[in-house]
């Protein structure tokens, strides 16, 4: 076929057939659309019947705003997700054509170094990533990469790395040894201690240890790791054995809320030891799920040899992520909630979570026969449990029958060997307001005296279950 003058162009060249028949497309008048599928279906369907299709069955999910699982952000303000959804096509990995969100990536990365006291912000290495998980696995096949070079230059094996971390880590890091081959050594709870503490830390160390995992708010309980303290036993297990061993901070909620809101404590980058740190901009950093960050103190803690240079979409950009395509809305709506707030805007939100969190655990004690692991003193979570004794109810019971009432309100026993110890964990985040509060402590109190209620009754008498058949065409309808 001649190649048409390129004068003559015009946009019909370009279309097909069968663009023309999507976008013109009429069905007819009486189609319906199906219902639920988990088949592609043979024809198309017009956009605003899928459009109330798609959003009834979305209907049918949880309320963002009662569920107290989650440490992600659920609430952003209008203009942040005007943003987004202006963004919503831009690919991150495509830098050639949007340096623009490149520069913002770059900011937020020196913004976030100067937060964790980077004494070199200019020589931090950072990236954005989908989240906490992949940040993790990145902090951990650095660790493991610088690892093998040292153990290489001194002539001896790579064969047994391993990395020592409690066993309150999130389920991340399990992924992390599992994926990329390195052996987790778990340091485990003991009763009344729910994290990693430093006096049976350096038991699990030797010179195969590619690095200490250590979280600023813990998953299970909201709790923060001593990181200094842990800082400190590896110097003094240095001192004694010659091995260097480095730390990462899984910072995924506490590296968001510790600068703001406890100044005075050491866990970022003011200790040497420290090489890396990860957070989740999608939780405390108050963007919607998609988004983490990444940091390496300097170019010494992030290898050259895991960052690959690519030119495939014009231009040549350093690339360390498992993915390559990816939102870039995220990185946008991140720089406009570090404009938007600032230290102290951020600070403010951080107070009102943690009064919010404090209050609730003044209130749950109230109720009866609860008790507090934690009362939101450190990430603003708290995690509470049955009081020692028979209460004819376990925290499960709790926990379905506030599901019952919307709140998603997550019970789990603790790994072994406190496996008896089962906790109700209650996260507060922006948006979780007064209303909200007064309205779970309702709930919670009443959803108690009916456990309890329940308990000190009678077991109902047993009769046969009788099913009445149903007509061959029930009408379902109220
Ligand atoms: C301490 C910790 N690390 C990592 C993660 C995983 O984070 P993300 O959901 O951002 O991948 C979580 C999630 O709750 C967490 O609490």
């Not at 009362?375 to 020692?388: K, M």
Request: with cysteine.
């Amino acid at each position: 076929m001649p190649i048409p003058d390129t004068d003559v162009i015009s946009a019909t060249d370009f279309r097909t057939d069968t663009d023309t028949r999507i976008h013109t497309l009429v069905p007819p008048a009486a189609a319906q659309f199906p219902g639920p599928a988990d088949e592609l279906p043979a024809a198309a369907s017009p956009p605003d019947l899928v459009l109330q299709q798609v959003r009834d069955e979305l209907a049918l999910d949880g309320s963002a705003q009662r569920n107290l699982a989650t440490f992600v952000t659920t609430w952003m303000e209008p203009q942040a997700r005007q943003l987004m959804a202006e963004t919503a096509e831009k690919n991150l990995a495509d830098r050639a054509e949007y340096p623009q969100i490149t520069a913002m990536e770059e900011r937020c990365v020196r913004m976030l170094a100067r937060l964790w006291h980077a004494p070199h912000p200019e020589q931090v290495r950072g990236c954005s990533t989908t989240g906490s998980s992949e940040a993790a696995m990145l902090g951990g096949l650095a660790l493991k990469r610088r690892w093998q070079q040292r153990r290489r230059a001194q002539g001896k094996d790579t064969a047994r790395p391993n990395v020592v971390m409690g066993a309150n880590v999130q389920v991340c890091w399990k992924k992390f040894a599992n994926y990329f081959e390195v052996e987790p050594r778990y340091v485990p709870m003991e009763p009344g201690r729910y994290h990693l503490t430093p006096d049976t830390l350096t038991a699990y160390c030797d010179d195969n240890t590619i690095g200490v995992v250590t979280v600023l708010g813990s998953t299970y309980d909201g709790s923060y790791e001593p990181v200094a303290d842990i800082c400190m036993a590896l110097d003094g297990y240095q001192a004694a054995t010659g091995t260097d061993i480095p730390v990462h901070v899984d910072g995924a909620s506490g590296a968001m809320v510790a600068p703001f809101l406890d100044p005075g404590l050491m866990w970022d980058f003011q200790l040497e030891r420290v090489a890396s740190i990860n957070t989740s901009g999608h939780k405390y950093g108050h963007v919607f799920p998609g988004l983490g960050w990444a940091l390496w103190r300097d170019a010494e803690a992030l290898p050259d040899d895991l960052v690959f240079e690519v030119d495939y979409l014009g231009g040549s950009s350093p690339s360390f992520t498992l993915n390559f395509s990816r939102p870039g809305a995220h990185v946008v709506a991140q720089y406009y909630s570090f404009l938007r707030y600032g230290f102290e805007g951020l600070r403010h939100l951080a107070v009102e979570n943690r009064r919010t969190a404090r209050a609730l655990a003044t209130r749950i004690r109230a109720v009866g026969p609860y008790e507090l692991v934690t009362d939101g003193s450190e990430l603003p979570a708290l995690a509470f449990r049955l009081a020692h004794g028979t209460h004819g109810f376990t925290v499960f019971d709790v926990s379905r029958a506030m599901h019952a009432r919307g709140w998603q309100l997550p019970a789990y026993a603790f790994p072994a060997p406190c496996q008896d110890v089962s906790v109700l964990r209650l996260v507060v985040r922006t948006g979780f307001t007064a209303e909200l509060a007064g309205a779970f402590i309702a709930d919670l109190t009443e959803v108690t005296r009916q456990l309890r209620l329940r308990r000190s009754m009678p077991a109902p008498a047993v009769k046969p279950l009788v099913v009445a058949a149903e007509p061959a065409h029930a009408n379902t309808s109220a």
